[in-house]
């Protein structure tokens, strides 16, 4: 799974508005300020914070 850059670009953590980065799995966004885990299913970003994963 790969995010295009341009997108990655745009894409901010919900909670925080920070910076997310993706994760080494490719499975999913990692906000480093909140510590969540936005997962990827089907290639889409679930941007939700209810989805997200504490880490």
Same mark, same amino acid.
């Given at each position: ?7 990655? !670009?745009? %894409?901010? /953590?919900?909670? &925080? ?6 994760? *080494?799995?490719? !499975?999913? %966004?990692? /906000?480093?300020? &909140? ?6 299913? *089907? ?13």
């Amino acid at each position: 799974m790969t995010i295009d850059k341009e997108l990655l !670009d745009i %894409l901010a /953590c919900p909670k &925080c508005k920070g910076d997310i980065r993706l994760n *080494d799995q490719g !499975d999913g %966004l990692i /906000c480093d300020a &909140c510590r969540l885990l936005y997962p990827i299913k *089907d290639e889409i970003p679930v941007m939700l914070i209810d989805e997200a994963v504490k880490i």
